[in-house]
């Protein structure tokens, strides 16, 4: 049981690359969520999804686009990478229900754009 | 939509002092409560959470966490901190519900041996 896998762990892109963040997870859970870490910030949440098919946007969206094939992966694509997007990226999953909302976090890619 | 406040985001103690992280949260219905850790180079990790009955909630590592309602807050809390603690720590919350978890800002607490 790997728990939440994210690949790669470091990434450095030029502005206006493209690019998938990507982020497994082997425990059937329904819900998949990606964070950005900010200093001074906390976690964000960029995008969300409750099952495969499903998807919606969270607190920063912009720039960020997700699909869920499939209930283990859940990727997140930069369109074309800006300096902002200089981040680090979490990706977490959990069961969907009552009373099991504790999320697992993967951990983490670091992103630079330069 | 929740929001969650965590004050003092620095915070640099000694070995053996205890140690109070405040987290207020503002949402007016039911809500599911965390405090997650996260050590230098690591992911985050969760430390304990509150999701009904017995308001003081004990975690790993000797941390403990009071809900009360009446204050929307969920304080942090550990007797005595040891240097292995050195970490960031976020409190997170998420309406009854619905999974969207809200982070706060985060504390970042160093221990000096």
């Known amino acids: 049981n790997a728990g939440v896998t994210q690949t790669p762990k470091f990434q450095v892109l030029k502005t206006g690359q493209s690019m998938t963040l990507q982020c497994a997870q082997d425990m059937n859970h329904e819900y998949m969520s990606w964070y950005r870490q900010d200093p001074g910030m906390g976690l964000r949440l960029i995008h969300y999804?409750?099952?495969?098919?499903?998807?919606d946007q969270g607190e920063v969206p912009n720039g960020y686009n997700v699909s869920r094939s499939t209930t283990e992966d859940f990727p997140l694509r930069l369109l074309s990478a800006a300096p902002s997007q200089t981040s680090v990226y979490f990706c977490?999953?959990?069961?969907?229900?009552?009373?099991?909302?504790?999320?697992?976090f993967g951990p983490g890619t670091r992103l630079t754009v330069t | 939509a929740q929001s969650v406040s965590q004050h003092n985001h620095h915070v640099i103690l000694s070995e053996a002092a205890s140690l109070e992280l405040g987290c207020n949260y503002s949402y007016g219905g039911t809500v599911n409560l965390f405090w997650y850790v996260q050590y230098p180079g690591q992911h985050l990790q969760l430390l304990l959470k509150?999701?009904?009955?017995?308001?003081l909630v004990k975690g790993i590592k000797g941390f403990e966490a009071e809900f009360i309602k009446s204050k929307f807050s969920f304080n942090l809390r550990k007797p005595s901190v040891q240097w292995s603690d050195t970490a960031e720590y976020f409190c997170a919350v998420n309406a009854q519900g619905n999974n969207r978890l809200a982070f706060g800002k985060g504390n970042q607490v160093v221990v000096i041996p």
């Open positions: 999804s409750v099952g495969a098919g499903i998807t």
């Open positions: 977490a999953s959990s069961l969907d229900r009552e009373p099991s909302y504790e999320q697992y």
């Open positions: 509150y999701f009904s009955g017995d308001p």
